[in-house]
């Protein structure tokens, strides 16, 4: 179920908001801003209802802004929408401009708030460092060849397949193609089935009727029909079922869906996009994934590269980008740390080097960066060519590598691997650890 978290200081909004929003998912409050950073590891929820002010008589939203700054700058940051009490637009504007996806001023009419967090709960959230956001950066031959094929594949209709380790950007090019389409004004959702259960995979697609099973208090529409005349993004398909795998091609093939308790069928008009961190190879292995299905979504396929074959210059680029998006001040790395960095293998990618620069901005103690600071263990050290090429072998050491490493600590494991504590579940059992 969506998470979604109400910071407000004051009692009584936070809980008229709360029981306002309880039918949408799971609610939590917190009231103190300080508790904000635990509560977001904890809850990691897909909108965030964020106050604007924390000390009484204030009301230029300083506080919040600022609060508004750490949040889209987390990795899979929540969509945020601000709550300000006075009707202040240039306030408004700023959140907005600052990666918040929209603003509701209080008193609120309840309809208004529910309506505006669906859609946020739709949007999902901004891409983190709302500066760059949809900028995929690096200068690589690689990164050149990419952009230039989603230019290409961007406008037409076409289904893409995107393939690529953990943390890569497959996500960041799926909003790029969406962008470049004539779609571009419609909604671009989401759907990471890695995280969804198998029992809900089909309601979440194709929507369900009140009644259809215990907990379907409401009829739903799907993620198929919610993303009319847009986008939809399947990713970490190779985590689909092979039931669910079979009435999502019926889905694609028909062009329609059937929720889930309903017997009439319900046209949809979506361009598929999907994307998986598997190997191909596993892909082509008609007892997992369907040879069927695959020849649907992959008319057109990208392969997004790993950071460590992007080369020291791309490496060198992302770094300056998020230290300056982390630090305050002007930061140099020694020549020592930047020779290191674009030698370590980055198991995480893209991903895990935003992090190890969030982490440095935040620990390294003077304004020239070690290599000590990025807090790096090189857990998945480069192993020889000849030892096999095979992802999913190597994808298994990492995780066990990082296991050994942090004693078991499955949210250290995921934070060194750069990946979320999901994901790292989904691959635990994947390697059967
Ligand atoms: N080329 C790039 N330039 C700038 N930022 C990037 C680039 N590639 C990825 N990122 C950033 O790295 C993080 C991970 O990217 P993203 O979520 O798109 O990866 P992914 O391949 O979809 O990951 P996963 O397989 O875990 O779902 C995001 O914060 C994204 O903004």
Same mark, same amino acid.
């Not at 009231?31 to 897909?46: M, N, S, T």
């Not at 600052?98 to 999902?124: E, H, M, Y």
């Given at each position: 179920?969506?998470?979604?978290?109400?910071? $407000?200081?004051?009692?009584?909004?936070?809980?008229?908001? =709360?029981?306002?929003?309880?039918?949408?998912?799971?609610?939590?409050?917190?009231?103190?801003?300080?508790?904000?950073?635990?509560?977001?590891?904890?809850?990691?929820?897909?909108?965030?209802?964020?106050?604007?002010?924390?000390?009484?008589?204030?009301?230029?939203?300083?506080?919040?802004?600022?609060?508004?700054?750490?949040?889209?700058?987390?990795?899979?940051?929540?969509?945020?929408? *601000?709550?300000?009490?006075?009707?202040?637009?240039?306030?408004?504007? &700023?959140?907005?401009?600052?990666?918040?996806?929209?603003?509701?001023?209080?008193?609120? #009419?309840?309809?208004?708030?529910?309506?505006?967090?669906?859609?946020?709960?739709?949007?999902?959230?901004?891409?983190?460092?709302?500066? %760059? /956001?949809?900028?995929?950066?690096?200068?690589?031959? %690689?990164? &050149?060849?990419?952009?230039?094929?989603?230019?290409?594949?961007?406008?037409?209709?076409?289904? *893409?397949?995107?393939?690529?380790?953990?943390? /890569?950007?497959?996500?960041?090019?799926?909003?790029?193609?969406?962008?470049?389409?004539?779609?571009?004004?419609?909604?671009?959702? #989401?759907?990471?089935?890695?995280?969804?259960?198998?029992? !809900?995979?089909?309601?979440?697609?194709?929507?369900?009727?009140?009644?259809?099973?215990?907990?379907?208090?409401?009829?739903?529409?799907?993620?198929? *029909?919610?993303?009319?005349?847009?986008?939809?993004?399947?990713?970490?398909?190779?985590?689909?079922?092979?039931?669910?795998?079979?009435?999502? !091609?019926?889905?694609?093939? +028909?062009?329609?869906?059937?929720?889930?308790?309903?017997?009439?069928?319900?046209?949809?008009?979506?361009?598929?996009?999907?994307?998986?961190?598997?190997?191909?190879?596993?892909?082509?292995?008609?007892?997992?994934?369907?040879?069927?299905?695959?020849? =649907? !979504?992959?008319?057109?396929?990208? +392969?997004?590269?790993?950071? +460590?074959?992007?080369?020291?210059?791309?490496?060198?680029?992302?770094?300056?980008?998020?230290?300056?998006?982390?630090?305050?001040?002007?930061?140099?790395?020694?020549? $020592?740390?930047?020779?290191?960095?674009?030698?370590?293998?980055?198991?995480?990618?893209?991903?895990?080097?935003?992090?190890?620069?969030?982490?440095?901005?935040?620990?390294?103690?003077?304004?020239?960066?070690?290599? #000590? $600071?990025?807090?790096? &263990?090189? *857990?998945?050290?480069?192993?020889?060519?000849? &030892?096999?090429?095979?992802?999913?072998?190597?994808?298994?050491?990492?995780?066990?590598?990082?296991?050994?490493? /942090?004693?078991?600590?499955?949210?250290?494991?995921?934070?060194?691997?750069?990946?979320?504590?999901?994901?790292?579940?989904? =691959?635990?059992?994947?390697?059967?650890?």
């Amino acid at each position: 179920m969506p998470g979604i978290l109400i910071l $407000d200081d004051d009692p009584d909004v936070a809980l008229a908001a =709360r029981l306002a929003l309880r039918r949408l998912g799971a609610v939590a409050v917190r009231h103190d801003p300080r508790e904000l950073p635990a509560a977001l590891d904890e809850i990691a929820p897909d909108v965030l209802l964020l106050d604007m002010n924390f000390t009484p008589g204030a009301s230029d939203g300083a506080a919040g802004l600022a609060l508004l700054h750490e949040v889209t700058a987390r990795s899979h940051a929540p969509a945020v929408i *601000v709550m300000t009490a006075y009707a202040e637009v240039d306030l408004a504007v &700023q959140a907005l401009k600052s990666g918040a996806v929209d603003f509701i001023t209080k008193p609120w #009419a309840n309809d208004r708030l529910v309506a505006c967090v669906q859609a946020a709960q739709a949007r999902r959230a901004p891409l983190p460092g709302s500066a %760059a /956001v949809g900028e995929l950066l690096g200068d690589s031959a %690689a990164m &050149q060849s990419l952009r230039a094929q989603i230019a290409q594949v961007g406008a037409s209709e076409a289904s *893409v397949l995107i393939l690529g380790e953990n943390g /890569v950007g497959k996500e960041l090019v799926a909003r790029a193609l969406h962008r470049a389409s004539k779609r571009a004004a419609g909604p671009l959702l #989401a759907v990471d089935m890695g995280a969804l259960p198998d029992a !809900l995979v089909e309601s979440e697609l194709f929507g369900h009727r009140r009644g259809s099973f215990t907990d379907a208090r409401e009829s739903r529409p799907g993620r198929f *029909v919610a993303a009319a005349g847009g986008t939809l993004f399947l990713d970490e398909i190779g985590n689909l079922p092979l039931p669910q795998q079979a009435k999502l !091609l019926a889905a694609l093939e +028909r062009r329609e869906v059937t929720p889930l308790g309903s017997d009439k069928a319900v046209a949809v008009d979506v361009r598929v996009l999907a994307a998986t961190n598997a190997a191909e190879a596993e892909l082509f292995d008609a007892r997992r994934f369907r040879p069927d299905l695959l020849y =649907r !979504l992959n008319t057109v396929v990208l +392969r997004v590269p790993p950071l +460590r074959e992007r080369g020291a210059g791309d490496i060198a680029l992302l770094l300056r980008h998020y230290l300056a998006q982390f630090s305050k001040r002007t930061v140099e790395l020694t020549p $020592d740390a930047l020779t290191r960095l674009s030698a370590y293998r980055w198991p995480g990618n893209v991903r895990e080097l935003r992090q190890a620069c969030e982490r440095a901005s935040l620990l390294a103690r003077g304004p020239v960066f070690t290599f #000590a $600071d990025y807090g790096l &263990q090189d *857990v998945a050290a480069p192993s020889p060519p000849e &030892q096999g090429l095979d992802l999913a072998q190597r994808e298994r050491e990492a995780v066990q590598a990082a296991l050994a490493q /942090v004693d078991g600590n499955i949210s250290q494991a995921a934070k060194l691997l750069g990946v979320s504590r999901a994901a790292l579940y989904r =691959r635990l059992d994947k390697h059967g650890l």
